[in-house]
């Protein structure tokens, strides 16, 4: 009997152990679910806090504010933009100017060292024309003498060297006549050949120049086609060798040409005051012969070479 009791004392101690740690799991399990969900609670509170209007009004706030900075930062970012093109517009207008004035100034400095070198030049050949005035006139009597105008650098030839008859063109024969053309033509060549080698003189013009009175024989043209006439003919006599006319200047071109100027370019002295031969030119205290003598003659007149301002 005793034994029969001990098994069944000893099975029921079993279950009731066994009872025992099934309850301690199904607690533990209830206390985890009970933490998940607490933790589910404070979630979903936390996010109902958020979503409160007075949360949403300050996170509007907050976010209008950054807008606002926003808007304000692109309207600068534009104005700068437009600022930036203008100054740019402005750059190129001022790199323009300073490319033509640039331009400019560079044709000056050109320019200005080509007109010093004309002035140079010009100077050097007033020089021998006025030795070449002088050695003319030292085969001349003092009342025949040529004049050299420095001003138009031309040498003028009087009436009393040269003297036509009345309306005609033909050339005195006469021996002082001929001797002095004669020497001058000998003069010239030397003189220019010099100045052709140095380039200082580009061309030479032979002028014939008369007084207003009509010309019956020939009333159309007139002074134009003696002075023309006489111009011719003077280069004819002093071309005689042929010298003169085989001359040419720096670009190849012939050094001479003839022009006829009838009355229309009375000497200029007339304006200014300068002396011609003896006289005082001042035309109203001359007398009509006087005048007329004055305004009769031949020019020779010199043009100085510079390529630089051709």
């Given at each position: 009997?005793?034994?029969?009791?001990?098994?069944?004392?000893?099975?029921?101690?079993?279950?009731?152990?066994?009872?025992?740690?099934?309850?301690?799991?199904?607690?533990?399990?209830?206390?985890?679910?009970?933490?998940?969900?607490?933790?589910?609670?404070?979630?979903?509170?936390?996010?109902?806090?958020?979503?409160?209007?007075?949360?949403?009004?300050?996170?509007?706030?907050?976010?209008?504010?950054?807008?606002?900075?926003?808007?304000?930062?692109?309207?600068?970012?534009?104005?700068?933009?437009?600022?930036?093109?203008?100054?740019?517009?402005?750059?190129?207008?001022?790199?323009?100017?300073?490319?033509?004035?640039?331009e400019k100034y560079e044709r000056?400095?050109?320019?200005?060292?080509?007109?010093?070198?004309?002035?140079?030049?010009?100077?050097?050949?007033?020089?021998?024309?006025?030795?070449?005035?002088?050695?003319?006139?030292?085969d001349l009597d003092d009342e025949?003498?040529?004049?050299?105008?420095?001003?138009?650098?031309?040498?003028?030839?009087?009436?009393?060297?040269?003297?036509?008859?009345?309306?005609?063109?033909?050339?005195?024969?006469?021996?002082?006549?001929?001797?002095?053309?004669?020497?001058?033509?000998?003069?010239?060549?030397?003189?220019?050949?010099?100045?052709?080698?140095?380039?200082?003189?580009?061309?030479?013009f032979i002028e014939g120049h008369?007084?207003?009175?009509?010309?019956?024989?020939?009333?159309?043209?007139?002074?134009?086609?003696?002075?023309?006439?006489?111009?011719?003919?003077?280069?004819?006599?002093?071309?005689?060798?042929?010298?003169?006319?085989?001359?040419?200047?720096?670009?190849?071109?012939?050094?001479?040409?003839?022009?006829?100027?009838?009355?229309?370019?009375?000497?200029?002295?007339?304006?200014?005051?300068?002396?011609?031969?003896?006289?005082?030119?001042?035309?109203?205290?001359?007398?009509?012969?006087?005048?007329?003598?004055?305004?009769?003659?031949?020019?020779?007149?010199?043009?100085?070479?510079?390529?630089?301002?051709?």
């Amino acid at each position: 009997m005793r034994s029969v009791r001990s098994y069944n004392d000893s099975k029921e101690q079993t279950e009731i152990g066994s009872n025992f740690w099934i309850s301690f799991t199904d607690i533990m399990s209830c206390l985890l679910l009970i933490f998940l969900f607490l933790l589910t609670i404070n979630l979903v509170s936390a996010q109902a806090d958020s979503a409160t209007p007075e949360a949403m009004r300050a996170k509007i706030h907050e976010l209008s504010v950054k807008v606002t900075n926003l808007e304000e930062q692109n309207s600068q970012l534009r104005a700068d933009y437009e600022d930036l093109k203008k100054k740019n517009s402005q750059l190129a207008w001022f790199k323009d100017r300073y490319s033509e004035y640039k331009e400019k100034y560079e044709r000056m400095v050109s320019e200005y060292g080509a007109y010093d070198a004309y002035d140079s030049a010009e100077k050097k050949l007033i020089d021998s024309i006025e030795k070449l005035t002088a050695e003319i006139n030292r085969d001349l009597d003092d009342e025949k003498r040529v004049v050299f105008d420095k001003t138009s650098k031309t040498i003028h030839i009087p009436e009393s060297l040269i003297r036509f008859e009345k309306g005609k063109s033909d050339l005195p024969q006469d021996r002082d006549t001929r001797l002095f053309i004669s020497n001058l033509s000998s003069k010239l060549d030397n003189h220019l050949k010099t100045l052709r080698k140095q380039s200082l003189v580009d061309s030479v013009f032979i002028e014939g120049h008369t007084d207003s009175d009509p010309v019956r024989s020939d009333p159309e043209k007139g002074n134009w086609k003696l002075s023309s006439d006489r111009a011719i003919n003077f280069w004819l006599a002093l071309d005689k060798n042929k010298n003169l006319s085989k001359l040419q200047n720096s670009d190849g071109a012939k050094l001479f040409s003839v022009s006829g100027y009838a009355d229309s370019r009375p000497h200029e002295c007339s304006i200014d005051g300068r002396s011609y031969r003896t006289l005082e030119c001042n035309w109203d205290e001359l007398t009509k012969v006087e005048s007329d003598s004055l305004k009769r003659r031949i020019d020779i007149r010199f043009n100085t070479y510079h390529k630089g301002l051709r």
